[in-house]
């Protein structure tokens, strides 16, 4: 009201020169034009040549013109029977700079502005800088910085223009002093408070800041508390009040929140209604309420939900079921009734992907439970999309089932997901003084060229070895799921090469092998296998003590084939850094009639993942292994030994370092002649050199045990944490050999707890293009003897 009549008063006095009787307007001239064009002004006038006028129409007039926003002065006039109007335009705004922001980036502010009307070449209007700065104003005290100050100043400048300098002082964030609850009598204001996400001052707030009061968090916490009391009965548990208050420095926040508790109440009775569709016995068995529980909004909220999902599973994607209670406040009780609305059964019309720009369709097609055509199963959906986490293709898989338009029965499931690196690619050129020139490199692919098949291939070469491998594996062999692979194999080794006197011994291998799995369930499988290996042993010029036992009994040359039959379980919801479910895996190996040598080894591992928040998850792992000979093979063959230490281990200790150790090397005549110890360590007497300055060198046993626990958690300031790994973790382990005949006292021993090497420390993985890189920096509690220790550790090409 006040507006309308200050306009009518400015009207009025800039029409004073007008003559009050009314006159027809031969034409219409426009002053004072700088920016804005003439066509704009007369396309916003309410009047025309030609037209008779009087003191309401140019009242009119002039109003049509200031709302256009250009003016910031209108003059009406008359001369003759020409309307003459007089403007003053608005300047424009020829720069904004804004200084001493820093919580609010100066983009984000200016386009803040830039939505109010405030931006480079615009109108300038004072009343639109007034409310950004207010604005301003509000969005720094949402962040508890209630000290922050906002001013702006208006510079003129040529040509009716002017420039913005917005002056920010962003003062500092208050802290939460106190937080008071008022009126609690049941539980005590220490687990109350404790809900809440908003702390005082403590000595994580400087990295969590907790204890910076927001609104929106306040909001939030008043929330958990009221669900607090309601899952514990207190149904009529209100929040009558909450004050915020704020020292007068604006440095503290004082927070009070006043509750009404009321009465706990029962359960009295549970009952179903409506259109159940599946036997209501099934539906009964779901119920989490029960009749005399404490009454709990989260197990009813809990109950509608699984109701909800079994009849998703029966296909009505769409139904609704509501838990209603009902209150009687004489007796404190609540009967609670299950409503439910199935709606139409839905049937899947297409199945679509979306994102798989590598991955060929029928790669995620085959993993489908959900049939095109079928009714739309809930359970089926989900599990159709946990079984494309469990591929390791896959960054993030997500799936919608939409209605299909024009139709109130028929769905499309939408999945669409985003690949990630599921191989990896290593390089490597080195040189060491006693091998010369290193060449290797290896290439892992867990879905070659987009198809599904895992392809491997390995080459290392230098002047004492070369080693070549190949592997490829058809998950999908038959389309139920049968899988076939096969590898070959080939390292030779020859030390006659290395510029050193000492080797533990050489072994050149030559093997070709295939496997078959089959699928027993949806989330475990069997495998067989079959291996032909042939082994060729080269002793060296000292060799030690068990090796040489070793080859005076059964000779260098082996030719064994080898038979294994697994088991393996996975629920683990993806196939690369997994963070719920578990896996487990059992394998035994034996070698079969027509080979040299007879032993097997037995092979246990699992792991099991336990959320502890949303961001947070306790793994517990473990490897399990045993060898042994049979027959007339006396004990595992030492080239078969079981070894620990680094990644995929016990982390901080050296690779394959821990467990037994080999005694002195020995070798018998025909040494060169210039070699020193053909005349300082050979014993005349029976011909044996042995070499005194060998130190035990790390010999493996046939019996392997590891394990331990991890704590997995978000790496702080990443946003995306999909591809990224860190943990605190617990490594304990060690290997041992059960028959310690030939070894020397203290390097070989029993199994037991005091001997087993553990340590803890801090460990990250990241996916990348080329591969998993993993990291570890790791401290050693338990030291086994003779244990080599490695505190930062680092792997391409392998998780843990």
């Given at each position: 009201?006040?507006?309308?009549?200050?306009?009518?008063?400015?009207?009025?006095?800039?029409?004073?020169?007008v003559?009050?009787?009314?006159?027809?307007?031969?034409?219409?001239?426009?002053?004072?034009?700088?920016?804005?064009?003439?066509?704009s002004?007369?396309?916003?006038?309410?009047?025309?040549?030609?037209?008779?006028?009087?003191?309401?129409?140019?009242?009119?007039?002039?109003?049509?013109?200031?709302?256009?926003?250009?003016f910031?002065?209108?003059?009406?006039?008359?001369?003759g029977?020409?309307?003459?109007?007089?403007?003053?335009?608005?300047?424009?705004?020829?720069?904004?700079?804004?200084?001493?922001?820093?919580?609010?980036?100066?983009e984000?502010?200016?386009?803040?502005?830039?939505?109010?009307?405030?931006?480079?070449?615009?109108i300038?209007?004072?009343?639109?800088?007034?409310?950004?700065?207010?604005?301003?104003?509000?969005?720094?005290?949402?962040?508890?910085?209630?000290?922050?100050?906002?001013?702006?100043?208006?510079?003129?400048?040529?040509?009716?223009?002017?420039?913005?300098?917005?002056?920010?002082?962003?003062?500092?964030?208050a802290?939460?002093?106190?937080?008071?609850?008022?009126g609690?009598?049941?539980?005590?204001?220490?687990d109350?408070?404790?809900?809440?996400?908003?702390k005082?001052?403590?000595?994580?707030?400087?990295?969590?800041?907790?204890?910076k009061?927001?609104?929106e968090?306040?909001?939030?916490d008043?929330?958990r508390?009221?669900?607090?009391?309601?899952?514990?009965g207190?149904?009529?548990?209100?929040?009558?009040?909450?004050?915020?208050?704020?020292?007068?420095?604006?440095?503290h926040?004082?927070v009070?929140?006043?509750?009404?508790e009321?009465?706990k109440y029962?359960?009295?009775?549970?009952?179903l209604?409506?259109d159940l569709?599946?036997p209501?016995?099934?539906?009964?068995?779901?119920?989490?309420?029960?009749?005399?529980?404490?009454?709990?909004?989260?197990?009813?909220?809990?109950?509608?939900?699984?109701?909800?999902r079994?009849l998703g599973?029966?296909?009505?994607?769409?139904?609704n079921?509501?838990?209603?209670?009902?209150?009687?406040d004489?007796?404190?009780?609540?009967?609670?009734?299950?409503?439910?609305?199935?709606?139409?059964?839905?049937?899947?019309?297409?199945?679509?992907?979306?994102?798989n720009?590598k991955?060929?369709?029928e790669?995620?097609?085959?993993?489908m439970?959900?049939?095109?055509n079928g009714?739309?199963?809930?359970?089926?959906?989900?599990?159709?999309?946990?079984?494309?986490?469990r591929?390791?293709?896959?960054?993030?898989?997500?799936?919608?089932?939409?209605?299909?338009p024009?139709?109130?029965?028929?769905?499309?499931?939408?999945?669409s997901?985003?690949e990630?690196?599921?191989?990896?690619?290593?390089?490597?050129?080195?040189?060491?003084?006693?091998?010369?020139?290193?060449?290797?490199?290896?290439?892992?692919?867990?879905?070659?060229?987009?198809t599904?098949?895992?392809?491997?291939?390995?080459?290392?070469?230098?002047?004492?070895?070369?080693?070549?491998?190949?592997?490829?594996?058809?998950?999908?062999w038959?389309?139920?799921?049968?899988?076939?692979?096969?590898?070959?194999?080939?390292?030779e080794?020859d030390?006659?090469?290395?510029?050193?006197?000492?080797?533990?011994?050489?072994?050149?291998?030559?093997?070709?092998?295939?496997?078959?799995g089959y699928?027993?369930?949806?989330?475990?499988?069997?495998?067989?296998?079959?291996?032909?290996?042939?082994?060729?042993?080269?002793?060296?010029?000292?060799?030690?003590?068990q090796?040489?036992?070793f080859l005076?009994?059964?000779?260098?040359?082996?030719?064994?084939?080898?038979?294994?039959?697994?088991?393996?379980?996975?629920t683990?919801?993806?196939?690369?850094?997994?963070?719920?479910?578990a896996?487990?895996?059992l394998?035994?190996q034996?070698?079969?009639?027509?080979?040299d040598?007879?032993?097997?080894?037995?092979?246990?591992?699992?792991?099991?993942?336990?959320?502890?928040?949303?961001?947070?998850?306790?793994r517990?792992?473990?490897?399990?292994?045993?060898?042994?000979?049979?027959?007339?093979?006396?004990?595992?063959?030492?080239?078969?030994?079981?070894?620990?230490?680094?990644?995929?281990?016990i982390?901080?200790?050296?690779?394959?370092?821990?467990?037994?150790?080999?005694?002195?090397?020995?070798?018998?005549?025909?040494?060169?002649?210039?070699?020193?110890?053909?005349v300082?360590a050979?014993?005349?007497?029976?011909?044996?050199?042995?070499?005194?300055?060998?130190?035990?060198l790390?010999?493996g046993?046939?019996v392997?045990?590891?394990?331990?626990?991890?704590?997995?958690?978000?790496?702080?300031?990443?946003?995306?944490?999909s591809?990224?790994?860190?943990?605190?973790?617990?490594?304990v382990?060690?290997?041992?050999?059960?028959?310690?005949?030939?070894?020397?006292?203290?390097?070989?021993?029993?199994i037991?707890?005091?001997?087993?090497?553990?340590?803890?420390g801090?460990?990250?993985?990241?996916?990348?293009g080329?591969?998993?890189?993993?990291?570890s920096?790791?401290?050693p509690?338990k030291?086994?003897?003779?244990?080599?220790?490695?505190i930062?550790?680092?792997?391409?090409g392998?998780?843990?």
């Open positions: 009201m006040k507006r309308l009549l200050l306009t009518a008063v400015l009207s009025a006095l800039m029409i004073a020169e003559h009050a009787e009314s006159f027809t307007v031969s034409d219409i001239r426009v002053n004072g034009l700088q920016r804005v064009s003439a066509g002004v007369f396309g916003a006038l309410p009047l025309n040549v030609g037209e008779k006028i009087d003191d309401r129409t140019l009242v009119d007039a002039t109003r049509a013109l200031f709302k256009t926003g250009f910031q002065d209108i003059q009406l006039g008359r001369d029977d020409v309307l003459v109007i007089s403007v003053v335009e608005r300047p424009s705004i020829s720069g904004i700079e804004i200084e001493g922001n820093k919580a609010i980036k100066t984000d502010l200016l386009k803040g502005l830039n939505q109010s009307g405030l931006a480079e070449g615009e300038f209007q004072r009343a639109t800088l007034e409310g950004v700065r207010n604005e301003l104003q509000r969005q720094y005290v949402s962040q508890g910085r209630y000290s922050a100050t906002i001013d702006a100043e208006v510079v003129p400048q040529p040509r009716n223009r002017v420039a913005l300098k917005i002056n920010v002082n962003e003062g500092s964030v802290a939460i002093q106190h937080i008071n609850i008022v609690n009598s049941v539980f005590p204001e220490e109350l408070s404790g809900l809440f996400e908003l005082t001052t403590n000595w994580l707030s400087f990295f969590k800041n907790d204890d009061y927001s609104r968090k306040l909001s939030g008043l929330e508390l009221r669900s607090y009391y309601l899952d514990r207190y149904i009529h548990m209100d929040i009558t009040s909450t004050q915020v208050s704020i020292t007068p420095d604006k440095q926040v004082y009070t929140v006043n509750v009404d009321g009465d029962t359960v009295s009775g549970v009952k209604s409506g569709k599946v209501e016995s099934e539906l009964k068995a779901l119920l989490l309420v029960r009749e005399g529980q404490v009454f709990s909004r989260k197990l009813m909220t809990t109950t509608s939900e699984l109701l909800t079994r599973n029966e296909g009505y994607t769409f139904a079921v509501n838990g209603v209670p009902e209150a009687n004489d007796n404190n009780t609540v009967a609670i009734t299950f409503v439910v609305d199935p709606s139409k059964r839905a049937y899947v019309n297409r199945i679509n992907f979306r994102g720009t991955t060929e369709d790669v995620l097609r085959r993993e439970r959900q049939m095109e009714w739309a199963s809930t359970y089926l959906i989900d599990q159709s999309k946990t079984r494309l986490e591929l390791g293709y896959f960054k993030e898989v997500n799936v919608e089932t939409p209605k299909v024009g139709s109130d029965d028929l769905v499309d499931v939408n999945y997901v985003e990630q690196a599921s191989g990896s690619i290593t390089a490597s050129v080195g040189f060491a003084q006693n091998a010369g020139l290193i060449l290797g490199g290896s290439i892992s692919q867990n879905n070659f060229l987009g599904g098949n895992k392809v491997s291939l390995g080459l290392t070469k230098s002047e004492y070895q070369s080693a070549y491998n190949f592997g490829f594996v058809d998950p999908y038959t389309v139920d799921g049968v899988s076939l692979g096969y590898n070959a194999f080939f390292r080794t030390y006659d090469e290395l510029d050193t006197d000492v080797s533990s011994y050489s072994i050149d291998s030559l093997g070709v092998g295939a496997t078959i699928p027993i369930s949806e989330t475990s499988r069997l495998t067989y296998g079959l291996t032909a290996q042939q082994d060729e042993l080269n002793p060296g010029y000292y060799t030690v003590q090796i040489q036992d005076d009994k059964e000779g260098t040359d082996f030719t064994n084939f080898k038979a294994s039959i697994g088991w393996s379980e996975s683990l919801n993806k196939g690369v850094l997994a963070t719920r479910g896996s487990q895996s394998v035994l034996t070698t079969v009639p027509g080979s040598l007879s032993f097997y080894k037995l092979d246990y591992r699992a792991q099991m993942f336990k959320p502890l928040t949303q961001a947070t998850t306790l517990f792992h473990t490897e399990l292994g045993y060898g042994d000979g049979y027959g007339s093979t006396d004990g595992l063959p030492f080239y078969e030994n079981y070894y620990a230490g680094g990644f995929g281990s982390r901080g200790f050296r690779d394959n370092s821990l467990g037994p150790r080999s005694t002195p090397s020995r070798a018998y005549p025909n040494l060169p002649v210039n070699d020193p110890l053909n300082n050979c014993n005349p007497n029976t011909g044996v050199c042995t070499d005194p300055d060998q130190d035990p790390p010999f046993g046939n392997m045990v590891q394990g331990g626990a991890e704590l997995l958690f978000p790496l702080p300031f990443v946003k995306d944490q591809s990224l790994r860190t943990s605190l973790f617990w490594d382990g060690n290997v041992f050999q059960t028959n310690c005949d030939g070894y020397e006292p203290g390097e070989c021993a029993d037991g707890i005091s001997d087993m090497a553990s340590s803890v801090v460990g990250l993985t990241w996916i990348t080329f591969g998993p890189l993993s990291f920096l790791a401290a509690i030291k086994p003897d003779n244990a080599d220790t490695q930062f550790q680092f792997s391409l392998q998780t843990f």
